[in-house]
């Protein structure tokens, strides 16, 4: 029971991840490229991240005009999840490990 406990933490903290880098991705491209949705697609849908690295080296071509914003409101929760998911991920391979499955 606490394995699945473990990964449905896991899947929706997956989820969660997905959903906050998405926003920030959406937010972020909209002021520094010209088609936020396209650059929204690849960020989430190439695996392992490497969508997210082709966007902070390639899409975001303009500078923000005006003053910098206090901060990015998508960042704090982002970095949760992320620690959020990490700490689900090493419970679900220590319960996979541990306790043997009948």
Known sequence: ??????????????LALLTMLGCWTYSDAKIR????EIWVLIVLLVPNFIGLIIYLLIGRTKESEGPKP??????KPLAA????????FAAVMTFAILVPIP
Not at 33 to 36: A, D, F, L, N, V
């Open 33 to 36: 490229s010209g088609k936020p």
């Open 1 to 14: 029971m606490l394995l699945w406990t473990s990964a449905g933490i896991f899947v929706f903290s997956i």
């Open 81 to 88: 999840f992320g620690i959020l998911t990490i700490l689900a």
């Open 70 to 75: 206090p901060g990015n409101k998508f960042f």
